[in-house]
């Protein structure tokens, strides 16, 4: 009970508030069903799933084979899948410890014992027909009546799977297809048969929205179901043309990746990452299982493909496929070496001169950017031209085939792909009639509906109105609601409508409900003057017009970088120390503003949480975090502490975490080091034990897409009651005992060598303002006083000239100098 007590204590309030009573009393009537998780196989999807599962707050039992070897624990091949799962980089868990919530087991042993309590039982195993059944056989027989049983199969039917079982497993049973890494990408594919209950589809949804974070899809039975059947697709013809046109791989890369506003693995890169055994199988799969698909039958596996395979090069997991780890360099940094399509020998990349790549470096607005590219004349434009192209033919080939509706291929490529755009949305972006027009001209073959929809006079897929989202429906024949909108706060909405505020770097919008949301436009939301000027305008603005409460937060990738590290570096390098002081003096008021409002400020984060954006998020009333948000005070990678009331709020949590005859020495060594070492929660859940979050004060939001929407309704709720905060003047500060401890744990730092001379120096520095300065004895001080001791310590930093380098160094390489 304590897993789906946990869930649902942290969804409850979504739920509230946006469930009808009848569809609310369905989905509880299954959440008192989902408490016991079973997970049958521990391989890499299996011990994924079974630990977004534990992500979540339930308990899973996790079962594979028995050993060979009878000499073996008969549970060993499941306890080394979690032994390796605490050593994945990027860690599927979001806290280490959540480990202890997933159980190890086998089939011959468990797997009666652990179907008899199961409610949801998931299916990880191998992908071969013969072997499912066998173990859906052994599953029917030990199961209860009414529990769920799901395959994670990437492609075989679900519909074969089912066959021979009982009626009640059969209406019970469906396809939930994870993608992997389970953590990270977002889609969940739900594949019903002809014979599942609606009523278990339509709470399979809605729970993996809600409780496991995922962008949920229907699927038909069909090959591959979408997001492999349309990308896998995409990326064997984007094989080909790289070849045709002669372009390294490294190239595709880049234009098929960041320029066409998809992540850096591109092409080449995101098929050593999947496995090019599985690459092939998959393509392999369509053209067998799909002999009407025209596009899919045209498709030839290249032979550099074929040679990599055939020599076990698959890529990441091999340690060699496309690319390759070379020698290290002069840096001492390993090179990595690319594959020559035509020699079939790996080497160093080479400097190419694209326009088409010059295109994507020159323009930050991805919309413009990807027209540009799709227009560019040369091999680079003509890979990306011919490639969306064919993505818009076959995508229009495929409704009804795979899907009944535009947004389900879009959401599918999005979450499972990290694409940004769907296929329909890329189509849109180069125009509708346009690309429709250049696809003909290439020989394509586009659906008849995509002709009557231009004949009725539709000019793209997606439109806007009244705040609402609306996509094209080919069977109504006309704009119908996009699905699900309700259930979240779509800022890119509200940006149709008059802003409540604006300036170049901020909007504020009203997002109903008498909430009103300030987001960050600037360039990777880098906090500078406009922003600041413009939060304090909002809060002014928010306290005397009556609205119940302010929401800081925007649906970029990361919620912020941190302050404007440019004009801070200008200002020191030119010395310009009272400009510098007065800006550094405002950032602070501005944190503290956000605290001591006479309206309630809420923050809603997501991605990275770095420096100011961190200090923000201490200084507000409460928060709704993604549990991807990824927060820390990361000013000692430049050479300073945090200067926006980040060291003076650590103090202050610190003095509130003393109890009365505690020890209170090893906490502030912790919480010095934390800053000092400018360490990153990797988490959200990590980030509570760093003190950056606070129990009872911020909450975690598993699915990222509904952080404002939280953020909202956590504002209307403290606004019933809400009384501005007294400015505190009872931290307590250690003084001189404090700073002695401090200064011989730094000096045990250098000497272990984690730390140069300078990094030595920032830890005083931050060690004075945390304890108070030169208190001759433990007192009790303001927060004013703190940031006081913050201000002076930053602009000291600032003159120092191993700091400048810091600063220029990150600057013009993007990381940090360790000096």
């Not at 594979?64 to 306890?79: M, T, Y």
């Not at 019933?720 to 730092?749: C, H, M, W």
Request: hydrophobic share 40%; glycine share 8%; net charge neutral.
């Amino acid at each position: 009970m304590e897993g789906i007590k946990s869930a649902w204590l942290r969804n409850n309030c979504y739920a509230h508030h946006c469930l009808s009573y009848s569809h609310r009393s369905s989905i509880l009537c299954f959440m008192r069903i989902i408490k016991n998780i079973v997970v049958l196989g521990s391989g890499v999807m299996g011990s994924g799933i079974a630990c977004h599962f534990a992500n979540a707050g339930f308990k899973v039992k996790m079962l594979d084979l028995p050993p060979q070897d009878p000499g073996k624990p008969r549970n060993s091949i499941a306890e080394e899948a979690l032994k390796k799962v605490l050593k994945q980089k990027p860690a599927p868990l979001y806290k280490s410890t959540f480990v202890s919530r997933i159980t190890a087991g086998n089939f011959d042993d468990d797997l009666q014992p652990a179907l008899k309590d199961a409610d949801w039982i998931i299916e990880v195993i191998a992908e071969r027909l013969d072997f499912k059944q066998a173990l859906y056989a052994r599953v029917d027989a030990a199961r209860k009546s009414g529990s769920i049983v799901t395959s994670n199969t990437s492609g075989i039917p679900i519909h074969l799977m089912a066959e021979g079982r009982s009626d009640d497993f059969r209406k019970h049973f469906l396809g939930t297809h994870f993608f992997n890494p389970v953590r990270y990408l977002p889609l969940l594919e739900v594949i019903p048969t002809e014979e599942t209950d609606q009523e278990l589809v339509d709470f399979i949804m809605q729970f993996g929205r809600d409780f496991l974070g995922k962008k949920t899809v229907h699927c038909k039975d069909t090959p591959a179901f979408i997001a492999n059947r349309v990308g896998v697709l995409s990326m064997a013809r984007i094989f080909e043309l790289s070849e045709t046109l002669d372009l390294p791989i490294e190239v595709v890369d880049k234009l098929t990746g960041p320029a066409l506003a998809r992540p850096n693995t591109g092409t080449f890169r995101l098929a050593d990452l999947v496995g090019l055994d599985t690459s092939i199988s998959v393509m392999q799969g369509i053209q067998q299982n799909c002999p009407n698909d025209q596009q899919a039958q045209q498709l030839a596996i290249p032979k550099f493909l074929q040679y990599l395979v055939d020599n076990g090069f698959y890529g990441n997991k091999t340690g060699q496929g496309f690319y390759k780890k070379g020698e290290k360099n002069a840096d001492g940094k390993t090179d990595f070496l690319s594959l020559n399509l035509k020699t079939l020998t790996y080497e160093k990349p080479n400097r190419t001169s694209l326009p088409s790549l010059a295109l994507s470096k020159q323009i930050d607005n991805p919309k413009r950017r990807i027209k540009s590219i799709y227009e560019a004349a040369d091999a680079g434009g003509q890979l990306v031209k011919q490639h969306l192209l064919e993505l818009f033919a076959y995508v229009s080939n495929r409704i009804p085939e795979i899907a009944d509706d535009i947004t389900s291929i879009d959401d599918a490529l999005k979450a499972g792909f990290a694409w940004s755009y769907g296929p329909f949305e890329y189509w849109d972006i180069i125009g509708l009639e346009q690309a429709t027009s250049d696809a003909k001209k290439a020989g394509l073959t586009i659906n008849p509906w995509i002709d009557q929809m231009i004949g009725d006079g539709f000019t793209s897929f997606y439109n806007i109105e009244n705040g609402k989202s609306f996509v094209y429906s080919p069977f109504a024949k006309n704009y119908i609601p996009v699905k699900g909108q309700d259930a979240t706060i779509n800022l890119q909405l509200l940006r149709q409508q008059v802003p409540v505020y604006k300036n170049d770097d901020a909007v504020l919008h009203d997002i109903g409900d008498g909430v009103l949301c300030y987001e960050f436009r600037s360039k990777s939301n880098v906090l500078g003057e406009n922003i600041l000027k413009g939060l304090n305008e909002s809060i002014t603005l928010a306290e005397e017009q009556g609205w119940k409460g302010l929401v800081i937060g925007n649906q970029a990738t990361n919620f912020t970088v941190g302050a404007n590290l440019m004009i801070i570096g200008m200002m020191a390098f030119q010395e310009e120390w009272d400009q510098l002081n007065n800006a550094v003096d405002y950032f602070q008021q501005t944190t503290m503003r956000c605290r001591y409002s006479s309206i309630p400020v809420v923050m809603a984060t997501q991605g990275y949480v770095f420096g100011g954006g961190c200090e923000f998020l201490m200084h507000c009333d409460a928060a709704a975090v993604a549990a991807e948000s990824y927060i820390g005070l990361v000013e000692a990678g430049v050479g300073l502490i945090p200067g926006g009331g980040g060291s003076k709020e650590m103090a202050v949590r610190l003095s509130d975490s003393f109890v009365e005859g505690g020890v209170q020495i090893p906490q502030l060594i912790d919480s010095v080091k934390t800053v000092a070492t400018a360490t990153v929660a990797t988490s959200a859940y990590e980030a509570f034990d760093m003190n950056f979050l606070l129990q009872r004060r911020d909450q975690i939001v598993i699915n990222t897409s509904q952080n404002i929407l939280r953020a909202k309704y956590k504002a209307l709720e403290l606004s019933r009651t809400y009384v501005s905060p007294i400015k505190r003047k009872d931290i307590l500060a250690l003084g001189q005992q404090g700073l002695a401890s401090l200064y011989a744990f730094a000096n045990e730092f250098r000497l272990g060598a984690f730390g140069s001379d300078h990094d030595i120096k920032i830890v005083k520095k931050l060690a004075w303002v945390m304890c108070g300065g030169d208190l001759t004895g433990a007192q009790r001080v303001s927060e004013q006083y703190l940031l006081d001791l913050e201000r002076e310590a930053f602009l000291s930093l600032c003159g120092e000239q191993k700091t400048k380098e810091r600063i220029q160094y990150m600057l013009e390489k993007n990381k940090p100098l360790r000096n």
